[in-house]
């Protein structure tokens, strides 16, 4: 590849005819890669990623869009997933036909695309530091699974979703595969910095579960749990016409006993994953939730709030930013104990940071999300955008966000590479 070490270029674009989108796009990638500086003294050997994302109205050909991928850049391994949306620097597109493309130049050797053919870990020789996956939300223990990647990852830390095509959950992985898993696995040279945002604000207090069977929760602080939702929601089940309308619209926010659940101000946490509230039970007082609850687990009832989803995206946006700009402290070693305890607190930082610029960046947002719910078309992409500068960026909106060892609902995941 002609571009120097380091270089994240991109193109998007929308058309009925997914070979002319892909022209469109190629045709900026190209232009872009062609105005890189170049450096006579950087002998940096590189290996060229390719990240790309689809709306599913091309998913029935993507076979051949893969193949004209391979065929236009000789030697990009590439990943991706179709869509409902598909998101790009500063604009996104639902429900319509189109691509974004992103070419990643990255240290040789220091990623692999893995999938159920290629399990992750077979290509680095000292093991994945961090990944990008893509998953089938159709996977039977799907939350399961990601869990078990992510003690294969030294730090720790996943980012990425669930495919949420109408076509189905498959995936591209150096192929296209049904199914399961898939994505890329980072070594410790390739530095990122990963924030989750939230979209739901609480509307209730944190309360812990106390007593609980499979996905029904019984007790929350030792009282009846369908008491404690009427409570906190200020509904009566004998005032019907008030009482569904708020059910209706009412999620649940939990987090594992050892997780936070309230982070900044009355926002929820980023241990906080939002479940559905699927039914009450009233003749045991109980209420059932989107996922297996214990014991110990902390909750709390919510609603979506697009203000408050607004302000978090600016905030970790922010948090992004200041990371970037450094402390002046030393930074943290890359593939250290202190490294994956970082990960495993508000986001990712792994590798040494400094005052350094962004590369690119990868953002996965629900596709309950974006413009439709922040008010206005690209609305969600163009806050990250004002943010973040005009920096290379691809993403799409899935149906369950992935972040850490958790898949989330209703949440942002914004993950850079720095400069």
Request: glycine share 14%; hydrophobic share 45%.
């Amino acid at each position: 590849m002609n571009a120097p070490a380091g270089a994240f270029v991109v193109g998007h674009a929308t058309h009925p005819d997914w070979r002319m989108a892909l022209a469109l796009a190629a045709a900026q990638i190209d232009a872009a890669r062609a105005e890189q500086p170049r450096d006579a003294n950087d002998q940096e050997a590189t290996d060229t990623l390719g990240l790309a994302y689809f709306s599913d109205q091309y998913a029935p050909h993507a076979p051949a869009l893969l193949e004209e991928l391979r065929q236009r850049w000789p030697g990009v391994a590439w990943a991706g997933c179709p869509a409902v949306g598909i998101a790009a620097t500063g604009v996104e597109y639902f429900d319509e036909p189109a691509l974004a493309l992103m070419l990643c130049d990255l240290p040789a050797g220091s990623f692999e695309v893995f999938s159920g053919a290629r399990p992750l870990g077979g290509k680095l020789g000292q093991g994945a530091h961090t990944a990008l996956v893509h998953a089938d939300p159709a996977t039977p223990d799907l939350a399961e699974l990601v869990d078990e990647l992510s003690q294969r990852v030294d730090t720790g830390y996943l980012f990425g979703g669930a495919v949420s095509a109408r076509t189905g959950g498959a995936q591209i992985a150096e192929g296209w595969w049904h199914g399961g898993l898939s994505g890329v696995g980072f070594g410790p040279k390739v530095s990122l910095v990963s924030r989750v945002t939230q979209g739901c604000q609480p509307v209730g207090p944190e309360r812990t579960v106390t007593a609980a069977e499979g996905n029904l929760v019984t007790e929350l602080d030792g009282l009846p749990a369908m008491t404690c939702l009427l409570l906190d929601l200020g509904i009566d089940l004998q005032d019907p016409r008030k009482a569904l309308p708020v059910l209706r619209a009412t999620l649940v926010g939990l987090t594992d006993a050892d997780g936070a659940l309230l982070g900044h101000g009355a926002q929820f946490g980023p241990d906080v994953r939002v479940r559905h509230l699927v039914g009450l039970d009233p003749g045991r007082h109980a209420v059932a939730v989107g996922e297996r609850v214990v014991p110990g687990m902390r909750l709390a009832f919510c609603q979506r709030n697009t203000e408050a989803a607004r302000r978090d995206l600016v905030r970790i946006c922010s948090e992004i930013r200041e990371e970037l700009e450094g402390d002046g402290h030393e930074d943290v070693p890359a593939g250290t104990a202190a490294a994956a305890a970082a990960a495993a607190g508000a986001g990712a930082g792994t590798g040494g940071l400094g005052q350094r610029g962004i590369r690119g960046a990868v953002y996965i947002s629900c596709s309950g999300r974006g413009g439709p719910h922040f008010g206005a078309p690209s609305a969600e992409l163009k806050i990250v955008q004002r943010a973040l500068g005009d920096v290379p960026l691809v993403g799409f909106f899935a149906a369950g966000e992935i972040a850490r060892r958790h898949l989330y609902g209703y949440t942002g995941v914004l993950t850079v590479f720095p400069g």
